[in-house]
């Protein structure tokens, strides 16, 4: 089973800038997350799509970022303009869907996009 | 105060060593736990779900003491490849929010 698909895997940009980043999850995974890892610290969610529609992005600065996933599989996340402060990884995640199998929980993630911001 | 807070380490073990992380988590609305393992430069992946009763796995042992909101993995018999930052990791509720601690850093010398 192919893995959840990232790209590009590294960019580098000047500030004010803009950057995208494309995610394939896992065929058949529902869910779709994009978390934001901070060098030294753990993986922040930004959002989280269920199909096609958004679940949770209470975390996402909304005046600088976007993702949408309008087909319910492939999800892209943007940031216009960048910031200093958004050198990150950006990793996606996938999980299924499956009510009861004591897995519904478990999250599948991608290599990530290493951002630097200059 | 973070929502999951654990010691970042670093952990320098020698071979075949015992070691424990310690992870406590403030919402006490989350339902359920896990630990995460993440290589350098790689992606997290679940290592193993922490269930009320106790849990083990091989070498890895994982428990969760609601009353505390506390979690912990003991790493029996240590070896070289289990270097990696552990994740402690928090399900906030119904729409599978994954709350990240900052992780451990473990470094099993030879």
């Known amino acids: 089973e192919a893995g959840v698909a990232q790209s590009p895997r590294y960019k580098i940009i000047e500030k004010r800038q803009s950057v995208a980043f494309w995610c394939n999850p896992i065929?058949?995974?529902?869910?779709l997350y994009w978390y934001q890892q901070i060098l030294g610290q753990g993986p922040k969610l930004l959002i989280q799509?269920?199909?096609?529609?958004?679940?949770?992005d209470s975390q996402l600065p909304k005046d600088r970022f976007s993702a949408e996933r309008l087909k319910g599989v492939d999800s892209t996340l943007k940031i216009q303009p960048a910031k200093l402060e958004d050198s990150a990884v950006y990793l996606c995640?996938?999980?299924?869907?499956?009510?009861?199998?004591?897995?519904?929980?478990?999250?599948?993630f991608g290599p990530g996009t290493r951002l630097t911001v200059t | 105060r973070k929502e999951v807070e654990q010691d970042p380490g670093p952990f320098n073990v020698p071979e075949g060593a015992t070691v424990a992380f310690n992870c406590t988590y403030s919402?006490?609305?989350?339902?359920?736990f896990f630990w995460y393992r993440q290589d350098c430069r790689k992606e997290p992946k679940l290592l193993m779900s922490?269930?009320?009763s106790g849990n083990e796995d091989g070498r890895f042992t994982a428990q969760l003491n609601r009353a505390s909101q506390y979690i912990s993995l003991l790493i029996r018999d240590s070896k070289l490849s289990d270097s990696a930052t552990y994740l402690c990791?928090?399900?906030?509720?119904?729409?599978?929010?994954?709350?990240f601690g900052t992780g451990t850093l473990l470094a099993v010398q030879p």
């Open positions: 995640a996938s999980s299924p869907v499956k009510r009861g199998s004591g897995r519904e929980y478990e999250q599948y």
């Open positions: 065929s058949g995974h529902a869910t």
């Open positions: 799509f269920q199909n096609n529609g958004v679940v949770d």
């Open positions: 919402n006490s609305a989350s339902q359920s």
């Open positions: 922490v269930y009320s």
């Open positions: 990791v928090v399900n906030r509720g119904a729409t599978n929010k994954l709350i």
